[in-house]
């Protein structure tokens, strides 16, 4: 057995998932930070051109912020699951195909006339 092919394949079957989830990580930290981001700024657009007898009046700022930060809370959890779950799936599905092209290209070429 040749030492250096060992041990290529073997670093890359180590450093390719760790950099696949390297990427995928820091992409969602960017599409989440920008969700929340655009969501803040559209709610508080809203609150702020709210008529001020009805609303401002009635409402203490506290009560506001509770509800602010809340709900970003909640939709950055649940974001972030279902990110992450739709990522998986692709990355997945991709890799199924690939390995199923490589192994059949007669199946490749159906999938790309079909795609």
């Not at 670093?11 to 803040?40: E, H, N, R, T």
């Not at 008529?51 to 939709?75: E, Q």
């Not at 992450?84 to 890799?95: G, H």
Request: charged share 15%.
């Amino acid at each position: 057995m040749d030492l250096t092919k060992n041990l290529s394949s073997t670093l890359f079957d180590i450093i390719a998932p760790l950099l696949l989830d390297m990427i995928c990580d820091f992409a969602k930290l960017y599409v989440g930070a920008q969700f929340s981001k655009k969501m803040f700024s559209i709610i508080l657009q809203k609150i702020i051109n709210a008529p001020v007898n009805l609303y401002f009046d009635i409402t203490p700022m506290s009560k506001i912020k509770g509800y602010l930060t809340s709900d970003i809370d909640r939709c950055d959890r649940h974001f972030w699951g279902y990110f992450e779950w739709v990522s998986n799936t692709l990355i997945d599905a991709v890799t199924k195909i690939i390995i199923a092209s490589y192994f059949s290209p007669i199946l490749g070429v159906l999938i790309v006339m079909i795609t």
